[in-house]
């Protein structure tokens, strides 16, 4: 396929190294050094300070969207009303509201439009799911998720920080990649409830998310994401009645990936324990582009789509909604 690229900052760097064979053909920023650079990443010859060039371009089949949070979805519109195929990173709007007209042009149109929910596609993830899908942690129970950074100075005057840019703090940020991962494990949730209060930050939005979310069945998730983590951390950890699997890490700052699988045993006790390791490079990005473009090719149901970013959004605003009480 070919690919525009509208955003040209860290997110649209990665896109652009994980297009695999598929050809970038037109990028777009308002700065053009970091369309450049992108550019050069994908030996793209056609760079734009206008992000409707790039989402119109003739030769375009999908558009990867990876701006600030406030142009995710007019931009991911604009490309689907021309007909292509559309990428639009995580939390996908700034509230499930902005969101939901475009998740109705989506089910309409017979193209695709998938959300960066990268995070599933980390090998822990993945080995996590087939463990749980073939039936050997049994009945699904709970899981508890914690995901932070230290942040870093100044970062309470960046874009995140601005809730007209980003829509909120820490709980749309992190908070939703926690919330997306637990609803993959645990199905829909009916229950929600939470708090998102600022404990350091310097900033009118959130620094720390809480999160109690019910499944009907009663599963729960507890969640916490934290930009006052002062230590990078990963940790996710899903119970079954036959067992339990934890992920720590997604490599990086943030440790060595790694899935310990402790299975329960008919005489209880002591589980019996078997751990993987993933080090080296972070392919997530490619795994999900790769997903996405078989999707596309074969029709297949996508991992992580609008419908995925409008349920976590869903949640996002309740929590939100609950602490202006």
């Avoid at 508890?144 to 950074?149: D, V």
């Amino acid at each position: 396929m070919n690919v525009s690229i509208i955003g040209c900052g860290l997110i649209g760097e990665k896109r652009a190294k994980a297009l695999g064979a598929h050809r970038l053909v037109a990028v777009a920023d308002t700065n053009l050094k970091r369309a450049e650079k992108v550019a050069q990443i994908g030996k793209c010859a056609v760079i734009y300070d206008d992000w409707k060039k790039a989402a119109a371009h003739p030769d375009a089949d999908l558009v990867i969207v990876s701006t600030t949070n406030e142009w995710l979805t007019p931009i991911g519109l604009y490309a689907l009303e021309r007909g292509k195929h559309v990428l639009i990173e995580k939390p996908g709007a700034r509230s499930a509201e902005e969101i939901k007209p475009f998740l109705d042009a989506a089910r309409k149109s017979g193209k695709k439009v998938k959300v960066g929910f990268n995070l599933r596609y980390h090998p822990a993830m993945l080995k996590a799911r087939e463990i749980m899908d073939s039936g050997a942690l049994g009945e699904m129970m709970f899981v508890r998720g914690r995901y932070g950074h230290g942040g870093r100075i100044g970062y309470d005057k960046e874009w995140r920080a601005e809730k007209a840019v980003s829509g909120g703090g820490e709980l749309i940020d992190q908070g939703v990649h926690l919330i997306d991962l637990a609803r993959w494990y645990l199905g829909d949730f009916t229950g929600v409830d939470g708090w998102a209060p600022t404990y350091f930050w310097d900033m009118k939005v959130d620094d720390n998310g809480f999160m109690a979310l019910r499944t009907d069945k009663g599963r729960m998730a507890w969640l916490h994401a934290s930009c006052s983590e002062w230590k990078n951390l990963f940790c996710l950890e899903i119970y079954g009645r036959n067992g339990k699997l934890q992920i720590d890490g997604l490599g990086g700052s943030y440790g060595a990936e790694r899935l310990t699988y402790y299975k329960m045993l008919p005489e209880m006790g002591p589980p019996e324990t078997t751990s993987w390791e993933y080090p080296g490079e972070d392919k997530s990005w490619h795994r999900e582009f790769a997903a996405f473009a078989d999707a596309i090719e074969t029709g297949k149901p996508l991992c992580g789509d609008l419908n995925d970013a409008w349920q976590a959004l869903s949640i996002v605003g309740k929590i939100y909604a609950g602490n202006r009480k």
